[in-house]
């Protein structure tokens, strides 16, 4: 099993949309890339925290690639948004790829070099070594299926 780290908007929906990919084994919505240690959600939300909301996702690389995941990531927001996707304003909504090695660090940047290529704009997303993950509170653990939602919108 190997391990990757994602934010891109909010949490929630980022992991409904993986947590339906064939191969993911695990996912743990949380907080990352912050300079306070164990923070609440509350306190992620005031944007002072430096927290980004993220998803943890265990994964078999027998099963899917990391290239794979990263194509799963650029689908499931607007990467050319800077701190915000679609109402969620505020650096703890940023885009960013926390990559855990080097391998996963040369192959995000490439990730993004051709996806900034094929849409012609500059991609916002953020490629940055993995800090400590927090888990986020019990009740943000795959919230929209606990709600019977398929996403964030429905």
Known sequence: MRKVTFAAGCFWG????????????????????????????EQVCTGKTGHAEALQVIYNPKIITYEQLLETFWMTHDPTQK???????????RSAIFYHDKEQKQKAERSKKQKEKELGIKIQTEITPAKKFYPAE?????????QDLKNCRT
């Open 83 to 93: 701190n915000r996707q679609g109402p969620d304003i505020g650096t703890q909504y």
């Open 14 to 41: 980022v992991e409904a949309v993986f947590e339906r990919t064939k191969g993911v084994e695990k996912t743990t919505v949380g907080y990352t890339g912050g300079k306070i240690k164990n923070p609440t959600y």
């Open 138 to 146: 019990e009740y943000h653990q795959k919230y929209l299926k606990k």
